[in-house]
């Protein structure tokens, strides 16, 4: 198993929880204190959620779409670190902020190794 394997399974477990963190925050979370948290935060980590889990997630259906998150292991750590950002700031998508950070720790490993990019068919396998 290598480490990118490693990596797209944190990204999908930090997807699951960007959309509970997400739904918490959009809807606990809407004090007058806190409402533009809530309501920016909340909305960004549902629908960024949805979106990573549809490009990691190995179904058949999804084809070639899977292979765009191999584009480049460097440029997708740093993508997954600047979505990260947003998802520090408030205490229920905290955890899945650090997820997605670890995940892009996996994907710059993945890159200094030197691991070859899966095709299709490895990927469904998995």
Do not use: D, W
């Not at 670890?102 to 899966?118: C, D, M, P, Q, T």
């Amino acid at each position: 198993i290598n480490a990118e394997y490693g990596a797209g399974k944190v990204t999908l477990a930090a997807s699951e929880l960007m959309i509970l963190g997400g739904i918490l925050s959009a809807t606990m979370y809407t004090g007058p204190e806190l409402s533009t948290s809530g309501s920016v935060v909340g909305p960004y980590a549902i629908v960024l959620g949805i979106l990573l889990f549809i490009l990691h997630y190995p179904a058949k259906l999804l084809g070639t779409l899977l292979l765009v998150t191999q584009t480049s292991y460097i440029v997708n750590a740093c993508v997954q670190i600047g979505l990260s950002i947003l998802l520090l700031f408030h205490v229920p998508t905290h955890l899945s902020g650090l997820l997605l950070m670890f995940s892009s720790v996996l994907y710059l490993i993945a890159a200094k190794r030197g691991e070859e990019k899966l095709t299709i068919e490895e990927v469904i396998k998995l």
